[in-house]
Nanobody, 121 residues
Framework: QVQLVESGGGLVQAGGSLRLSCAASGNILSINAMGWYRQAPGKQRELVALISSGDSTTYADAVKGRFTISRDNAKKTVFLQMNRLKPEDTAVYYC???????????????WGQGTQVTVSS
């Protein structure tokens, strides 16, 4: 079974920074893309940032220039460095991975349990 475990969320004042981490574990053969999504109360889940196996990155317009996604392939971990945070960044942040498992056709998409990020004004 594959698990994605996030950490690093919390409460921060506007203008501050947080760094999220997401570690994948389990019967993993290879990881394609990894990414971060977020969902604010009453809103749909939206893409924040993606990073491919070749380290190509994609960002939502709302976070460009403030957030940076990176990954450590050896540790099967993806990071999201969030700088100059704004109250509108408040949401539950979810890690996502598209990966292949040993002995199972795929790829398959997995989600983490989510971590709360709250930015006070």
């Amino acid at each position: 079974q594959v698990q994605l475990v996030e950490s690093g969320g919390g409460l921060v004042q506007a203008g501050g920074s947080l760094r999220l981490s997401c570690a994948a574990s389990g019967n993993i053969l290879s990881i394609n893309a990894m990414g971060w999504y977020r969902q604010a109360p009453g809103k749909q889940r939206e893409l924040v940032a993606l990073i491919s196996s070749g380290d190509s990155t994609t960002y939502a317009d709302a976070v460009k220039g403030r957030f940076t996604i990176s990954r450590d392939n050896a540790k099967k971990t993806v990071f999201l460095q969030m700088n100059r945070l704004k109250p509108e960044d408040t949401a539950v942040y979810y890690c996502n991975a598209l990966l292949r498992e040993r002995g199972r056709l795929g790829p398959w998409r997995y989600w983490g349990q989510g971590t709360q990020v709250t930015v006070s004004s």
